[in-house]
């Protein structure tokens, strides 16, 4: 008897008129299919949707791609109960093969950048094997509540092995001058500064009518604002007991800028390693944490800046959009350096030991 499943297509998002369309086929295929399995298409930005037969474990999608919208980056996803796996596919015309394992690993390939995908995906996910097991190696003794020197050297080597991928991939990435490198590049790039980012801007110009190049360029257009020794702007917002606080109050001394809600896990997690830094720097080094709840937290918050013992400098920024978009913020908890004149140095996305932040400083707090 036949399995029968269901998969999703999207029409294209909707593009200028052109005189020419391309053929785009999907071939794919689903190793032991079961009842629970349904697989989806997506192609962002469209807003039509068509059901696609997948009959014995084999499925096929056609479509058209109007010059001047392709290549362009879909997904496509594979579900089997709560588990879910997927992968981008690069839409351009001709035959695209995707094969889903038992392991619900997926392979592409069969047009050009599907190819370069493929490739790029295999050499950067082996510089990602070192860099993984650090991380696990801390990850496991944290969760086991290892004592603090133990955290602090397996975050260091961490630390460590995150430089070292993350200066590969980059390479890599700036060396292969196609559509899947700056595919994969936004997970480096949304951790970038500046300079970094500008590099991958100018490098993918031609590819400005992807959501993808307007995203990476806002990324870019904030941190340009914000890091590499640009002049951030003042701002002033309430502090808990309705004093006003300025940036521009702290000039003369480093100020670190963290950004934070009261449901962060990973934001609370870094308060107690934030009070470590502060009472070994506050000579030199302000922090200033903005909260990003709403007035209707605001009990929350107070609760948790006296539970966290954040004797720092606090503040509020209820609307979570005026400061959070001028900073590119996003994901929590974000850091910002900035030195005593007011520009911007550097940014950090994320939980780290306070020995992380201690090399951080140093690099620039003299």
């Known amino acids: 008897m036949k399995k029968i499943f269901t998969l999703i297509l999207f029409a294209a998002l909707y593009m200028p008129a052109f005189s020419q369309t391309r ?84 392979t592409v390939g069969g047009t050009t950048e599907n190819d370069n995908l493929q490739r790029l995906s295999s050499i950067l996910g082996k510089y990602d094997e070192a860099s993984a097991a650090a991380f696990y190696a801390w990850s496991a003794a944290y969760n086991k509540n290892a004592p603090e020197q133990e955290l602090e050297e397996l975050w260091k080597k961490s630390d460590d092995a995150k430089e070292e991928t993350r200066e590969i ?11 899947a ?18 590099k991958f801007i100018k490098k993918f110009e031609r590819f400005s009518y992807t ?14 604002r914000c890091t590499d020794g640009a002049m951030v702007k003042d701002f002033t917002l309430p502090a808990p007991d309705g004093k006003m606080v300025s940036l521009s109050d702290f000039r003369g001394k480093w100020v670190l800028l963290d950004f934070w809600y009261v ?8 308060a107690p390693n934030l009070g470590k830094i502060y009472n070994e720097y506050k000579d030199k080094l302000e922090i200033i944490s ?22 720092w400098t606090q503040v509020n920024d209820k609307t979570k959009k005026e400061l959070p978009e001028y900073f590119g913020v996003t994901g929590y908890p974000t850091l910002f350096l900035i030195d005593p004149q007011g520009r911007g140095i550097e940014m950090r996305v994320g939980y780290c030991e306070a020995g992380s932040l201690r090399r951080f400083f140093d690099k620039y707090i003299k």
Do not use: Q
């Not at 919208?69 to 695209?96: C, D, F, H, K, Q």
């Not at 959501?211 to 340009?224: C, D, F, L, P, V």
């Not at 449901?263 to 870094?270: N, S, T």
């Not at 007035?295 to 918050?301: P, T, V, Y």
């Open 23 to 106: 053929t785009f086929v999907i071939k794919g295929t689903v190793e032991n299919l079961s009842p629970d399995v349904k697989l989806v298409f997506n192609d962002w930005g469209v807003n039509e949707g068509v059901d696609i037969k997948v009959e014995n474990g084999a499925f096929e999608v056609k479509g058209e791609l109007k010059e001047g919208t392709y290549p362009r980056v879909a997904y496509i996803n594979i579900m089997r109960g709560p588990s879910s796996r997927g992968n981008n596919i690069i839409l351009e015309p001709g035959e695209i093969r995707v094969s889903f394992d038992n392991r619900m690993k997926i």
């Open 169 to 179: 991939k980059l390479k890599v990435l700036l060396e292969n001058d196609n559509y």
């Open 181 to 198: 490198s700056f595919v994969l590049a936004p997970a480096l790039t949304r951790y970038e500064g500046a300079k970094i980012t500008e």
């Open 211 to 224: 959501k993808g190049y307007e995203n990476m360029k806002g990324h870019y257009e904030a941190m340009a």
């Open 263 to 270: 449901k962060c896990h990973w934001c609370r997690k870094l």
């Open 290 to 311: 903005i909260n990003v709840d709403k007035e209707s937290d605001r009990e929350d918050m107070l609760r948790v800046i006296e539970e966290d013992k954040m004797v």
